[in-house]
């Protein structure tokens, strides 16, 4: 006989995590099955580790700096070491503390993988079978590998993380947000970066902005090529070198790292035996409510490849919860002016849309405004980092449709900036606005 529940979630990452704790506060009895590390990609080997490394790279940037203010200091080397010990005692404090409101919420966790052998049962892969009225799939995803020669002389993002010290000279392949983080922090903590791109870089950003973040990567000292076609890995004398079909070698490196996009996992859930859609990506189909085309399943996260972040799965994850077992019926992720930040150096922030989309959406009626400005705390040195602010607007009452900023701060300063465009922000609130001065935000309620 297999154990009965109300809800059994396929995964224990942020948007498996998010539906089981809201499901189990309305109530509901919950079974979570996650083979590998509690918090998935996020706390493990994506955005918790990459933004201490991020923080690692500012503190080395401010140092640096604080020599050119008048400091009497030497900016000195990364323990590297030491650096990755303080980063595992906070990953694993995470991790203790899910396993503790698991407990606490009742949460019956099963550390095995699971697959479907009906719509309303799963195997674990002991042997065992879970059923419930409800199964969640919140599996999310893995680097995406090439069929190319020499491959596994590269590293992927998740190797990053277990590297035991700096690359003196490494290679980054790809063009999207986990490239150009990794290209700007590994920078700033001293190594040689060379950015291969297929096309140009974050294709769902402004251009503006990403021609600008690019010119500023560039004056790092990081070395970009576009029309990449890589053919593969092979070793060379002096290290690994990268065989591109378009420019030739290039090399030789310590180290590659492969950004070349990441796969859903929902290619061992045996979703045939439960005749759940994919698509040819492999992605869960869903619609704008987290349901498949089988009643009783849905799915939330990255193994849906819509909007592949972390507060979009634990949004969407505690909405169908809400939805499922809070008796709110009309409870769903609305997917529109989604803000989001790539870590890069400097950040690039955004919310709304692009302005080549806006252009395509509302033609004639848009209203640029920008700003490109040196901030005061790199000006005072004379150096000339740019940041790059603008807003987009449509129709007589000027309503906020994007707001794109680049610059030191534009991770931060976008969210209140997000929640506004959310209530239908005009380009007369941002005037009416008083700024806060002197400051790098100011610039978003002062355009004219």
Known sequence: MAD???????????GGLATAFRA?????????????????????????????????????????LAVDYGFASVPGPLDWEHFRQLRQNYIDGIRHRYATRLAEAGIQVFAETGRFVSTDTVATSCGNELRATQIVIA???????????????????????????????????GGGYIA????????????EVSLHVRNRLLL????ELVDALEESMRGQGISISHQLKVAGLHHGNDGIVLDDAVNGECGPYDAVLWAVGRVPNSDRLDLDAAGVHVNDMGHVVTDDWQNTNIPGICAVGDVTGREELTPVAVAAGRRLADRLFGGQPQSRLDYTNVPSVVFAEPPLAMVGLTEAQAREFHGDRLHVYRSRFTPMQWALTGHGAISVMKILCVGDDERVVGIHALGAGADEMLQGFAVAMKLG????????TVAIHPSSAEELVLMS
């Open 24 to 64: 189990a506060h309305h109530g509901a009895r919950v079974a979570m099955l996650e083979p590998g590390a509690l918090g998935g990609t996020c706390v493990n080997v994506g955005c918790v580790p990459k933004k201490a490394l991020w923080y690692a790279a500012q503190l080395a940037q401010e140092q640096r």
């Open 4 to 14: 009965s529940f109300d809800l059994i979630v396929l995964g224990g990452g942020s």
């Open 204 to 207: 769902d950003f402004d251009a």
């Open 425 to 432: 922000l005009r380009k007369r609130d941002l005037d009416d």
């Open 139 to 173: 599996t999310g995803g893995r680097p995406r590998r090439l069929d190319v020669p020499g491959f596994d002389l590269g590293l992927v993002s998740d190797d990053i993380f277990a590297l035991r010290t700096l690359p003196r000279r490494i290679a980054v392949v």
């Open 180 to 191: 150009v983080e990794f290209a700007g922090l590994l920078r700033a903590l001293g190594s």
